[in-house]
């Protein structure tokens, strides 16, 4: 209970029938599995598809490697996006914007509320695609 309209978001995403989609809501609650969920669609399907954590997205960003083929790559997974300072935010922002301009797939999970999501960032979401709350409680544990 509570995932059932981001499962069937995530489905249209994984059939091609959505391009963008913003899962948001508390933890625990299958953001990052239907994420999961969506990257292995597009494998079985032929396509290419990488999930990313944002922090881990972060780090290599910070040591100076390439996240070239993130640009690019036919769908992106961006779990768990939240960034600490203003340079951060202006990377993720600055990929988003990139495949916005490209029209590639775009899937982020983030567990905080849309206020917590930059204007523009918002904006291209409701352009290109959905947001959804997930409202499922925290199932980690059970």
């Not at 990488?50 to 036919?74: A, N, Q, V």
Request: hydrophobic content about 45%; glycine content about 8%.
């Amino acid at each position: 209970k509570g995932t059932e309209k981001a499962l069937s978001a995530t489905w249209e995403l994984a059939q091609g029938k959505l391009p963008w989609l913003l899962l948001y809501g508390g933890v625990g609650n299958g953001k990052t599995r239907l994420g999961f969920g969506v990257a292995l669609e597009f494998i079985r399907a032929g396509k290419r598809a990488k999930w990313e954590y944002c922090f881990s997205l972060l780090k290599k960003l910070r040591e100076h490697e390439s996240i070239k083929e993130l640009e690019l790559i036919p769908l992106l997974v961006l779990d768990e996006y939240l960034w600490a300072t203003p340079w951060e935010g202006q990377q993720l922002e600055a990929l988003i914007n990139l495949r916005y301009i490209r029209k590639l797939p775009l899937l982020i999970t983030a567990n905080v509320n849309l206020e917590a999501i930059p204007i523009p960032v918002l904006s291209r979401f409701k352009e290109m695609g959905k947001t959804v709350e997930v409202t499922a409680s925290d199932q980690r544990g059970r």
